[in-house]
Nanobody, 125 residues
C-alpha cells in the first residue's frame, strides 16, 4: 500500500506560480512510479508529469513543458510540482498518483494503483 497526501493548491492569477507537494508513505519511495495528473471540470483526468520507477526517467505532457517542473526529495518521501507561468487552462484538481509496476503507458490513469485526494488549482485570467 502507498498513501499519498497532496498540498499546495490555491488561487493564483495568470502568469503566477504555485508549488504542489505530495507526501508518500507505505513503501520504499524509489520502488514505484510517482507523478501528477489533473482533472478539469467536465473533462477526463489527464497526465501532467512523472518520475518512472527506479530511475526510469522524467516525462511531461507537452502542454506543461517549459513551465512545470517535477522534483523529489527522497529523504522526505515527497514529490513536488513547481508550476510557473500558469494559465487559466491549467485550472483543475491535481492528483498525485503512484504505480507499482513499470509501464510504458505511464501517461494512463490505469497504470497507477494509488491516488491522493487531490488539491484544487485555480488560475484566474
Amino acid at each position: 500500500q502507498v498513501q499519498l497526501v497532496e498540498s499546495g493548491g490555491g488561487l493564483v492569477q495568470a502568469g503566477g506560480s504555485l508549488r504542489l507537494s505530495c507526501a508518500a508513505s507505505g513503501r520504499t519511495f524509489s520502488s514505484y512510479t510517482i507523478g501528477w495528473f489533473r482533472q478539469a471540470p467536465g473533462k477526463e483526468r489527464e497526465f501532467v508529469a512523472t518520475f518512472l520507477r527506479s530511475g526510469g526517467g522524467i516525462y511531461y505532457t507537452d502542454s506543461v513543458k517549459g513551465r512545470f517542473t517535477i522534483s523529489r526529495d527522497n529523504a522526505k518521501n515527497t514529490v513536488y510540482l513547481q508550476m510557473d507561468s500558469l494559465k487559466p487552462e491549467d485550472t483543475a484538481v491535481y492528483y498525485c498518483a503512484a504505480g507499482l509496476e513499470w509501464s510504458p503507458f505511464y501517461y494512463r490513469v490505469s497504470a497507477h494503483d494509488f491516488w491522493g485526494q487531490g488539491t484544487q488549482v485555480t488560475v484566474s485570467s
